[in-house]
């Protein structure tokens, strides 16, 4: 089945504890992407990635790390988390090639910091 | 910068009524795509409907259609004959597009759509 996943769905942790949020696409797309969702600002994007080892910052990167070491992997990286990071993230990924745009998320990511 | 703005927070509709949002964004690109994105409780991100800017004609899909006023930088989603099931926050989004790459992606704050029985 074609898809996005992301682990941890639910987290809860403390400040300053390093933690890695994973996420993986297994329909070869190039293009992978995460959000931030917070109320009433819509989705935020992180950072994003055109291809292997190729990284941009989106809108909100700071406090935050990505790499793209593989192509169907995208790990988004607190390096030191602080409550205000505490957020639904999700990962989404895009297949250039189809010329449409369309970003296929995963299911979301519950990211609480105490 | 890119902006995307939708100024409806929360929306209503009778079942089998119409409704449109409205989604305005800023740009000075030429290639991009615009999308609406569905948000359902269950928080998975669905897309309802896209739009290549350099084409002229409305994107429609089933009960789903878009009115795209480039010059004006407007892009509504209408939804005919409401069921139930459209109950859910609905994100306006700009993609930035290149011939060899997609660029950064801009989603509006949002509107939440409740489809009364």
């Known amino acids: 089945e074609a898809q996005v996943t992301q682990n941890p769905r639910y987290l809860i942790t403390v400040t300053g504890k390093k933690l890695t949020v994973t996420c993986s696409q297994n329909?070869?797309?190039?293009?992978m992407s995460w959000y931030r969702q917070d109320p009433g600002l819509g989705l935020r994007q992180i950072y994003y990635?055109?291809?292997?080892?190729?990284?941009d910052k989106g809108d909100v990167p700071e406090g935050y790390k990505v790499s793209r070491k593989e192509k169907r992997n995208f790990p988004l990286i607190l390096e030191s988390p602080s409550p205000n990071q505490t957020s639904l993230y999700f990962c989404?990924?895009?297949?250039?090639?189809?010329?449409?745009?369309?970003?296929?998320f995963g299911e979301g990511s519950r990211l609480t910091v105490l | 910068a890119q902006t995307v703005t939708q100024s409806q927070p929360e929306m209503s509709v009778q079942e089998a009524e119409t409704v449109t949002l409205s989604c305005t964004y800023d740009?000075?690109?030429?290639?991009?795509?615009l999308f609406w994105y569905k948000q359902p409780p269950s928080r998975q991100m669905i897309l309802v409907i896209r739009?290549?800017?350099?084409?002229?004609q409305n994107a429609t899909e089933n009960r789903f259609s878009v009115n795209f006023q480039k010059a004006a930088k407007s892009f509504s989603l209408k939804i005919s004959d409401s069921q139930l099931g459209d109950t859910a926050m609905y994100f306006c989004?700009?993609?930035?597009?290149?011939?060899?790459?997609?660029?950064?992606?801009?989603f509006g704050p949002g509107t939440s759509l409740s489809v009364i029985p």
């Open positions: 989404a990924s895009s297949l250039f090639s189809r010329n449409t745009g369309e970003l296929f």
């Open positions: 990635s055109m291809n292997v080892e190729v990284t």
């Open positions: 989004a700009f993609m930035k597009h290149g011939k060899t790459s997609y660029d950064k992606v801009i």
């Open positions: 329909m070869n797309h190039e293009y």
């Open positions: 739009q290549e800017a350099y084409k002229q």
């Open positions: 740009t000075s690109e030429n290639n991009y795509y």
